[in-house]
């Protein structure tokens, strides 16, 4: 290679506090401990999008081990101006086993205990957010015991 290729930077584009119910635990399954958390509301602030989480979506998460757990959310947000964004954001999550213990029991943990890292795909109608279908994104995840915050990054 003639010149090194630059460095991704990462560029906030919203942050997001997703309100959950209580988990429905599945049970175990020969690929982990199935659990199920319904979305049920929410909020997203800029500097790029704001609006709203609305009803209806889920985290379908799988607890592979008692430190790590994979996580699928599927939710729909809607922006001020009534566009409305599919998000599938999946990821990880890995303490150690007494932490986890916590948020399970819905204690609420320091998130600096915690890392809880997402790849999130957005797919929309609206012409004027096609740009959130052309880039790659991050997600950095904190879990409370009524709530998920979630701050999403474009790489660029």
Known sequence: MTHPLPAPALERIADCVVEVAAPMDIGQTPAGRRRLIPITAGTMHGPLLFGHVLPGGADFQLATSDTQSFI?????????????IFLEN???????????????????????????????????????????MESVFVGSGARYPDRVEVSFFRVT
């Open 72 to 84: 699928q959310a599927r939710y729909i947000l809607q922006t001020r101006e009534g566009e409305q």
């Open 90 to 132: 999946t990821g990880m999550r890995v303490a150690a086993p007494e932490v986890i213990a916590r948020i399970n029991a819905g204690q609420e943990v320091d998130p600096a205990l915690v890392y809880f890292r997402t790849t999130p795909r957005f797919e929309t109608a609206s012409p004027r957010l096609r740009w959130l």
